[in-house]
C-alpha cells in the first residue's frame, strides 16, 4: 500500500494535490481531517501486533554497507 501525505492551510473549499504516477491506474481512497495541531499524530501500532518485534542482534552491522544498495 502507497500511502502519501500532505499537509496545509485550507483557504478555500477546494483542494488541488498532485498524486505520484504509481497511483495511475488504481483505485484509490481520500481521507480529510482537520488537525488540531500542526504536528501530526504519533502513529500507533496495532494492538495486535504491538511488543511483537523481539531483535536479535545488531541490524545494521551485520550486512555490509555495500549490499544496503544506497547512493554514495
Known sequence: ??????YTDIQST???IELPESFLNH???VV???LDDKAP???KPHPDIAGKLIIK???FDSVSAADWDLPA
Request: aromatic residues 0%; glycine residues 4%.
Open 27 to 29: 483505485e484509490i481512497e
Open 14 to 16: 477546494r483542494l488541488t
Open 57 to 59: 542482534g545488531d541490524l
Open 41 to 43: 499524530v504519533p502513529r
Open 1 to 6: 500500500m502507497l500511502i502519501q501525505r500532505h
Open 32 to 34: 480529510v481531517s482537520i
